[in-house]
């Protein structure tokens, strides 16, 4: 047991080391490939599981609406609590976080929300 616990903090570390490289796509593919071998890992590997990031050329921009598990016609309170359903989950991942946070942060302003749609 203890064994699987050391390979799950390992990648756990491994994911965390993807997202502050921005490279989300192999933080998922990643997550996805242990999430098979370690089922009973979850939280931080449940998130990035979620996240369904589109890019775009050479912008790579992130699907907010996508992060927060949303449609872009939710309002604002379905934002929130998908935001806070999800930072419940990813509380004791910081780089996770940070990509809900952004998230968060872009969507619940108006101007930034239309701005970005």
């Known amino acids: 047991m203890e064994?699987?616990?050391l390979d799950a903090k390992r990648a756990k570390q491994i994911v965390e080391i993807?997202?502050?490289?921005?490279?989300?796509?192999?933080?998922?593919c990643f997550s996805e490939k242990v999430q098979s071998l370690f089922p009973e890992l979850k939280r931080i590997?449940?998130?990035?599981?979620n996240l369904d990031v589109h890019v775009y050329n050479e912008d790579e921009e992130i699907d907010w609406y996508s992060v927060l598990g949303?449609?872009?016609?939710?309002?604002?309170?379905t934002l929130k609590q998908c935001?806070?359903?999800q930072a419940k989950s990813v509380f004791d991942s910081q780089e996770a976080y940070?990509?809900?946070d952004t998230a968060w942060s872009i969507l619940s302003d108006k101007f930034e929300r239309e701005a970005y749609i």
């Open 70 to 77: 949303v449609d872009p016609c939710a309002d604002l309170n």
């Open 45 to 49: 590997f449940q998130f990035i599981g």
């Open 18 to 28: 993807k997202l502050q490289e921005k490279d989300i796509k192999g933080a998922i």
């Open 83 to 85: 935001y806070v359903k």
């Open 3 to 5: 064994s699987v616990e």
């Open 98 to 100: 940070k990509i809900l």
